[in-house]
């Protein structure tokens, strides 16, 4: 008897000690001032597997109910120039964090009443609040299903949490110090005929997490050349195979295929800044080595064509049209 005595004596301390642990691991908060996220949105069919993104970060405090909360901004970009915003930044909600407690709290935008964005103190098994920001209506309730480490780019390890929704546990991940991978303020599960996604994330310029590559924050679409950034095989595909002509267009452009044109399954697919597909058609292994297009009736904006053969990317060239 007094073995057993012993024994459950020292399990009941384990278990104080593991909770003491628990709670006093290094936590790595979300808030920090010059954090910033770029996600990708797919709505309709596209190659790149995505029509728009979008950058968030933090600028400026706010009080609301007289409490201090730090306020999100959301922007879309150029799709082809992610450098470029083509809408906002538009305030999006405002965070506040509890980094002893391990909470972050949301409240959205024209609300004054706060949501749980998340508590990274929970567990597997726990089933998420109801009222927490994530939860969708069509999906609840919502249990904690896996919690493992990510590495990040920087090296530091984060703690992540996956999720179950009856027998989905596809969805989202929540990172520590990150947010949902399927986007900041983006639910846990989304609807199947949309996706949103993290394309990446940064602290000071320094990435720390990707979902393209380690190495790598810019959109397969861009055709900007950016600042700090290596990306040979990227740039050594833009221009070849495809040329384009006038520029600014107006009633037609001419395609010219500057290597001739690839062997086997070739596809030519025009894109809008959006990018939403709005020209796409197979070229033929004999046919002219240029592609005459009427565009006088496209709304005026930024447009970018892309060869493909057999699936890969041959080679991008953008061009305006002007009307």
């Known amino acids: 008897m007094k073995n057993f005595y012993r024994l459950a004596l020292l399990a009941m301390f384990a278990a104080l000690f593991n909770f003491a642990t628990a709670q006093t691991r290094d936590y790595i908060p979300m808030i920090n001032e010059n954090a910033q996220w770029l996600?990708?949105?797919?709505h309709t069919p596209n190659p790149y597997g995505y029509n728009q993104?979008?950058?968030?970060?933090?600028?400026?405090?706010?009080?609301?109910n007289s409490i201090q909360y730090v306020k999100i901004f959301k922007g879309f970009v150029d799709v082809f120039c992610q450098t470029t915003f083509v809408s906002g930044p538009d305030y999006a909600g405002a965070l506040r964090e509890d980094n002893a407690g391990q909470k972050v709290w949301i409240v959205e935008p024209g609300e004054i009443q706060e949501s749980l964005y998340f508590d990274f103190t929970f567990e597997v098994g726990d089933t998420i609040p109801e009222d927490s920001h994530f939860i969708d209506e069509y999906f609840s309730p919502v249990?904690?299903?896996?919690?493992d480490t990510l590495t990040g780019i920087d090296g530091i390890n984060r703690r992540q949490w996956?999720?179950?929704?009856?027998?989905?546990?596809?969805?989202?991940?929540?990172?520590e110090g990150i947010g949902n991978i399927?986007?900041?303020?983006?639910?846990?599960?989304?609807?199947?005929?949309?996706?949103?996604?993290?394309?990446?994330?940064?602290?000071d310029t320094s990435l720390i997490y990707s979902f393209s590559g380690p190495n790598s924050c810019?959109?397969?679409?861009?055709?900007?050349?950016?600042?700090?950034i290596d990306e040979p095989d990227f740039h050594e595909?833009?221009?070849?195979?495809l040329s384009v002509y006038p520029i600014p267009a107006k009633n037609f452009i001419c395609l010219q295929f500057t290597n001739g044109i690839p062997e086997g399954e070739t596809i030519l697919h025009i894109l809008d800044f959006t990018g939403k597909v709005v020209y796409s058609t197979m070229i033929q292994e004999n046919q002219s080595p240029a592609e005459t297009i009427?565009?006088?009736?496209?709304?005026?904006?930024?447009?970018?064509?892309?060869i493909r053969d057999n699936g890969l990317i041959k080679g991008k060239c953008k061009f305006v049209i002007q009307q």
């Open 143 to 147: 249990v904690v299903y896996e919690i």
């Open 162 to 175: 996956t999720f179950q929704f009856e027998e989905f546990t596809y969805g989202s991940r929540m990172i």
């Open 218 to 228: 810019t959109l397969l679409s861009d055709t900007c050349v950016t600042v700090g």
């Open 294 to 306: 009427n565009v006088n009736t496209w709304q005026a904006g930024i447009y970018i064509a892309i």
């Open 39 to 42: 996600e990708t949105y797919y």
């Open 182 to 203: 399927n986007g900041l303020l983006t639910s846990y599960f989304l609807q199947f005929e949309y996706f949103e996604n993290l394309y990446c994330f940064s602290i």
């Open 237 to 241: 595909i833009k221009n070849q195979f």
């Open 53 to 64: 993104a979008a950058k968030l970060f933090f600028d400026g405090d706010t009080s609301i």
